[in-house]
């Protein structure tokens, strides 16, 4: 699949996350840990991956691994969901896998509400 069509579907993924949230009364400007989340089978780009993350300031990164081989790497960013920003950092995310061959798994939050 092309970069094009990933950032595409993943912003399709972004707004229909976004329109849930917003159904639970979420309040999108305050500020909350959002979780970027990521798998691979391989356990040096997992790393690689978190080390460039942490490196690099783009948030608080850390690798799990699984005992049926799959690697997860959560990165940690607080920040507001406005749909400019959050679909900004998940396209941002899906850049990253794209580059470190690892599989974008979405982003999640705690819902704040008023």
Known sequence: MSIFDLL???AYLDND???KNDAMGDVFDKPRDVDFAFKTTDKE???DLSEFV???NFGRSRVEG???GVFWVFVVIHTPINQNVICSLSGFMVCLARLFQV???G???VVQSA
Request: net charge neutral; glycine share 10%; charged share 30%.
């Open 54 to 56: 942490n490196g690099k």
């Open 103 to 105: 599989e974008y798994d």
């Open 8 to 10: 595409h579907q993943n």
């Open 45 to 47: 780009s997992a790393k």
């Open 66 to 68: 699984r005992e049926n």
């Open 17 to 19: 996350l976004l329109t």
């Open 107 to 109: 982003w999640g939050s």
